[in-house]
């Protein structure tokens, strides 16, 4: 019994392994224009349409990736298309606009900073007198440190977390909250660092806590926005963002723009846990 149809053949697999992880079997069947979901027993019939219902509304939620990883099999005789497309399509389904902007930008700015253009970018980008006398007149400098990063390791920890995090925020609840994270994280921190440590630092680490607080504590408060963090991970980061005041790890962190961008998360969380 047919109970929907999808345009996308790994969409509709990702959905066909959800439900047969809650004990309904379902097939495939491939239609000129559409991919068919097939219920093989119709008493399954109203909890798989209600299923599809959500499915369309919420196709990037984690219960379907985790399910595919579970109960999927390589048995379907549907073509997927290229697997490179695929991962594409899923990095940039999984965001919104604002997490992509953010990550091109770090991008294209790690690549003037490792080819060439090092000295010239961080004149341009870094925080007031890092490199001459400070002029307030340039109040990009107070947000552009956050794209700054100076190793792989850096760069990579940081967009991993705010395309994961981030891309949750601005897909399931908006993009203003992002922005709102992005613009008070991305500068308030940057002026606590600087009074701790001095004007040369840089990275996304400041917004990459915002957004950490800001889902776990949205998760806790109130999980129908369809947000959260495990508390696992939340614990992760707090012990890395206290290992970094006692430089055991013997790098250097921004560690007041890491403690003000949890404070900005948090509070931000609490606030629209409170509203919405």
């Given at each position: ?44 019939y ?49 965001a919104?606009?604002?997490t ?51 190793s ?24 203003a ?25 840089g ?50 962190m ?18 629209d846990?409170?509203r919405?």
């Amino acid at each position: 019994m047919e109970f929907g149809r999808l345009p996308n053949p790994r969409a509709a697999q990702a959905l066909v392994d959800y439900l047969k992880s809650r004990g309904i079997e379902c097939r495939l069947a491939a239609d000129e224009n559409a991919v068919v979901l097939l219920v093989v027993n119709g008493s399954d019939y109203p909890a798989a349409k209600a299923e599809f219902d959500y499915f369309v509304q919420h196709p990037t939620d984690d219960k379907y990736l985790a399910a595919s990883w579970e109960t999927g099999t390589t048995s379907a005789n549907l073509d997927y298309g290229a697997p490179g497309l695929a991962l594409l399509s899923r990095f940039v389904t999984a965001a919104g606009p604002l997490t992509l902007i953010i990550f091109a930008a770090c991008m294209l700015v790690y690549g003037a900073l490792n080819l060439g253009f090092a000295s010239q970018t961080y004149e341009l980008l870094s925080f007031f007198g890092a490199t001459g006398p400070m002029n307030t007149s340039e109040v990009w400098r107070v947000f552009t440190p956050s794209l700054l990063h100076f190793s792989l390791m850096h760069i990579s920890f940081n967009l991993l977390w705010w395309w994961y995090l981030g891309g949750k925020i601005e897909t399931r609840i908006g993009t203003a909250p992002l922005l709102i994270l992005l613009l008070v994280a991305g500068t308030l921190p940057n002026v606590l660092q600087y009074f701790v440590s001095g004007p040369n630092f840089g990275g996304l680490s400041g917004v990459v806590y915002a957004v950490a607080g800001y889902t776990w504590i949205m998760g806790v408060r109130k999980p129908a926005a369809g947000i959260g963090l495990p508390a696992s991970y939340m614990g992760f980061m707090v012990i890395w963002l206290v290992l970094g005041f006692f430089d055991i790890l013997g790098l250097s962190m921004a560690n007041g723009a890491h403690l003000g961008g949890l404070a900005v998360g948090l509070l931000q969380g609490l606030w629209d846990s409170r509203r919405r």
